[in-house]
């Protein structure tokens, strides 16, 4: 079974341009979730999808954030504008449903903004 | 609102010897708990949950964790570790009721010397 999958792997941007983040999850999977796990932290939820509604975005900077999952399959996360604190690693993980509660990740991104 | 706290940044133990890395959560309600390893470059992989049941939980790789309701731990264990399960571990928790939403603690990283 192919993993859930995440381009590009590293990205450098300067601040105040925009980014995007892909992520591809398992087939059948129906919940996608995008965190931020800024170095020496944990991942931290930005927004989480059931299908191709948002179910929890609480976490996610509006201003500046914005994710879409068009179809309930592949997602992408954007970034406009970019600020220094965004640097930081974006894992993609998914699941089979709202309560299978395991959720499987991909490699991430790394993104550092200069 | 839920949280978790993994009070060691890292814990150093000599290859063969038992580990424990801990791991306290604080929620309203019974909690879902989690372990997570992160090796680098690569995402984090489940190792093992605790939902219901017996207070012992078996994982991957030999890998074990004892739910203790009364302190609010959920440490995870090993009998003999090995230089490979160095790595960079995670403890989650889910409140009972809701999405399927985690929580990280900020992560501990295990060193294993040979």
């Known amino acids: 079974e192919a993993g859930v999958a995440q381009s590009p792997r590293y990205k450098i941007i300067e601040k105040r341009q925009s980014v995007a983040f892909w992520c591809n999850p398992i087939s059948g999977h129906a919940t996608l979730y995008w965190y931020q796990q800024i170095l020496g932290q944990g991942p931290k939820l930005l927004i989480q999808f059931q299908n191709n509604g948002v179910v929890d975005d609480s976490q996610l900077p509006k201003d500046r954030f914005s994710a879409e999952r068009l179809k309930g399959v592949d997602s992408t996360l954007k970034i406009q504008p970019a600020k220094l604190e965004d640097s930081a690693v974006y894992l993609c993980a998914s699941g089979s449903g709202l309560f299978s509660y395991e959720q499987y990740f991909g490699p991430g991104t790394r993104l550092t903004v200069t | 609102a839920q949280s978790v706290a993994q009070p060691e940044d890292q814990v150093n133990v000599a290859e063969g010897n038992p580990l424990t890395v801990k791991c306290t959560y604080s929620?309203?309600?019974?909690?879902?708990l989690f372990w997570y390893v992160q090796y680098p470059n690569r995402g984090l992989q489940f190792l093992l949950k605790?939902?219901?049941?017996?207070?012992l939980v078996k994982g991957s790789y030999g890998f074990e964790a004892e739910f203790n309701k009364s302190q609010t731990s959920f440490h995870l264990k090993k009998p003999s570790a090995l230089v490979s399960d160095s790595a960079l571990y995670f403890c989650?928790?889910?409140?009972?009721?809701?999405?399927?939403?985690?929580?990280f603690g900020k992560g501990t990283m295990l060193l294993v010397s040979p």
């Open positions: 929620v309203s309600g019974n909690p879902y």
């Open positions: 989650a928790v889910i409140q009972r009721a809701g999405y399927s939403t985690l929580t």
């Open positions: 605790y939902i219901t049941g017996d207070n």
